[in-house]
């Protein structure tokens, strides 16, 4: 007959061996992270010295960190990423490299915005083969394919201005039904004061991130994290975003919101 230390040795091994120890292979698991973050790292620094790159928006990396950003948007290889109004295409870039050939970045112009933005777009799909242009109106966004990752960088703020025609709780529904389930909403845009809401969008282009918030989470968004990466603590948030005296430099937020599923 086994003692009750025995017992409790050979039922240890038989929760191993069945696989129920919950400790089991935590090493092994604990590695893979690590070894993925790793490699995603690499990843990341690769796309930020690709020579496609022009140098007035490398000259722009000390203030917009793109390593933090990419990591923060926890972007891979394969990934289907949409960049909301791109621009001169900062960001669009990064992505491309990032996701690669498996990959596709959708470069999203609205409507109203095209007849001057739509150049800068296929200056993009020229230059990178797994990005493509897409028009549409904000209301009513929409995608070939389900989305991993939805950018919007510097631009919610402007969607609340009278002239854009947006009603921007539908446009954050239309976000949310082009998204996978578990997908990610990334919003950066210019912090307000407490308390201003959205009142401030035109004469300062700013907004308060707590009004931003519960906009996108009345969507039926899971907000999932923060990054303070585009802090700046000495900007007092009372004058336009294009002042020389903070352009560049603003106080900005960075929030990442999930599609449950």
């Not at 992270?33 to 930020?48: F, K, P, Q, S, V």
Request: net charge negative; aromatic share 10%; with cysteine.
């Amino acid at each position: 007959m086994l003692k009750p230390s025995m017992l409790a040795v050979t039922a240890i091994f038989a929760l191993a061996a069945c696989g129920s120890d919950p400790y089991a292979g935590r090493e092994d698991r604990m590695a893979n992270r690590t070894y993925e973050t790793m490699r995603l790292a690499d990843i990341h620094r690769a796309a930020i010295a690709d020579p496609l790159r022009p140098a007035e928006e490398v000259a722009r990396d000390p203030f917009r960190h793109p390593d933090r950003m990419l990591a923060f948007a926890m972007l891979e290889p394969g990934d289907r990423i949409a960049d909301i109004r791109p621009g001169a295409g900062y960001f669009t870039r990064l992505f491309a490299r990032v996701v690669g050939d498996g990959g596709k970045v959708y470069a999203f112009v609205p409507n109203r915005t095209a007849e001057r933005e739509n150049p800068r777009a296929d200056a993009l799909v020229n230059a990178y083969p797994n990005v493509l242009r897409v028009n549409g109106d904000l209301n009513t966004l929409s995608f070939p394919e389900p989305l991993d990752v939805v950018w919007m960088s510097q631009e919610y703020h402007d969607f609340h201005i009278p002239a854009f025609n947006t009603d921007v709780a539908t446009m954050n529904r239309a976000i949310y039904a082009a998204l996978k389930p578990g997908g990610y909403f990334i919003v950066v845009d210019h912090s307000g004061r407490p308390g201003t809401g959205h009142a401030e969008v035109q004469s300062l282009h700013r907004i308060e991130g707590a009004s931003l918030r519960a906009e996108v989470e009345a969507a039926g968004f899971v907000f999932d994290g923060e990054s303070t990466a585009l802090a700046n603590p000495a900007d007092d948030r009372t004058v336009n975003v294009f002042d020389e005296a903070i352009r560049g430099r603003t106080d900005q937020f960075v929030y990442r919101f999930r599609k449950p599923g």
